[in-house]
Each structure stands twice: as structure tokens, then as C-alpha cells.
């Protein structure tokens, strides 16, 4: 059964998926495979970190406005620590 499920699933990753994406050897020029580098993971271990501490704020005070306030700048500096622009 185990060899069914794996079979089905290469054969829906071969059907569905680009070969572009099928590759995942990290490329830090490549659009999506640059995704696996290591600092690209480390980037976003950063931002899980900012998000667990945001939700726990807002947990502590869970009023609506104070939310929002947490929130759009937990946001912003998430892009801004995964962006990859020159």
C-alpha cells in the first residue's frame, strides 16, 4: 500500500508539476530553487520567529485595533526580510 501512495504521488508530481519545478537542487539565481538555499531557509526561520512572537502579542491583548497594530508591521518587515531584490 505504502508503494502505491509513493508511486501515485511521483506520478502526479511528474503529471502537474514544470520540470522546472520538479528540480530541487538550490540555485541561487533561479526564481523558485532559490528557495531551498541556505539562506534563504535561514531567512525564513527569521520570520517564523517574528510571527510566533506577533502572535503571541497579540494573544496578550486581543483587541482589534492592537491587533492590526501588530500585525501590518509583522507584514512588512516579513517581505522585507524575504525580499531578494538587488
Known amino acids: 500500500m505504502r508503494y502505491l501512495i509513493s508511486l501515485l504521488s511521483i506520478m502526479l508530481k511528474i503529471k502537474w508539476q514544470p520540470d522546472w519545478m520538479q528540480n530541487q537542487s538550490p540555485e ?27 502572535g503571541l502579542l497579540m494573544l496578550i491583548n486581543p483587541v482589534i485595533h492592537i491587533v492590526m497594530l501588530i500585525a501590518l508591521p509583522a507584514t512588512l518587515l516579513s517581505f522585507v526580510i524575504l525580499d531578494e531584490t538587488p
Open 28 to 54: 541561487a539565481n533561479h526564481f523558485y530553487r532559490r528557495t531551498f538555499t541556505g539562506s534563504y531557509r535561514a531567512k525564513k526561520k527569521i520570520v517564523k520567529n517574528i510571527w510566533i512572537a506577533a
